[in-house]
C-alpha cells in the first residue's frame, strides 16, 4: 500500500508516495518523484533502513541515481511525475520489527548531500525520514 509524503529537495525534485516490500531477501522501495523545478545537476538518492536499537541502527542501505540516471533527472520534463524504485539487500538474520527509512541525495563527486526543504523554501536537513515498516 503506497505511503502518501511530500518530502522537497532543494533542487526541485519532490518524493510524493513511496511503498516498500521485501522480494526474495531484498527490501523493495518504490518512489513516486514530482519535479517541481527543473534540476540542473546530477545527485544520487540514498536509502537507508534503520533499526529500532544503537546495534542495528543502519542495517540496510541503498544508493543509485534515481532510475538508474537513464534518463537523468535533469531532463525529465517540469511537472512529471515518474515512478522508481531502489532495492536494499537485507541481512539474513535480520531480527522482525520495525524499522525506519530515511533517504536523501547527495553528490556523488562530493558526497555532500542536498537540503530537503519546506514549501516556503526553508532547510529541514540533510536526510528526511520517508516513514516506518514492520519486518517479519
Do not use: C, M
Request: hydrophobic share 45%.
Amino acid at each position: 500500500l503506497a505511503q502518501s509524503s511530500t518530502i522537497l529537495f532543494e533542487n526541485g525534485l519532490a518524493i510524493r508516495s513511496w511503498e516498500a516490500q521485501v522480494v526474495e531477501g531484498r527490501l523493495r522501495v518504490a518512489l513516486d518523484w514530482e519535479v517541481t523545478r527543473l534540476a540542473d545537476r546530477r545527485y544520487k538518492l540514498f536509502i537507508h533502513l534503520l533499526g529500532p536499537t544503537p546495534e542495528t541502527r543502519r542495517v540496510a542501505q541503498g544508493d543509485a541515481e534515481p532510475l538508474g540516471g537513464f534518463p537523468p533527472f535533469t531532463a525529465w520534463p517540469l511537472g512529471a511525475r515518474v515512478p522508481d524504485a531502489l532495492k536494499l539487500a537485507l541481512p539474513a538474520d535480520l531480527p522482525a520489527g520495525v524499522y525506519t527509512l530515511v533517504t536523501g541525495l547527495y553528490d556523488p563527486i562530493t558526497g555532500e548531500r542536498l537540503p530537503v526543504i519546506t514549501a516556503t523554501g526553508a532547510a529541514l536537513g540533510d536526510s528526511a525520514e520517508l516513514g516506518t515498516i514492520e519486518l517479519p
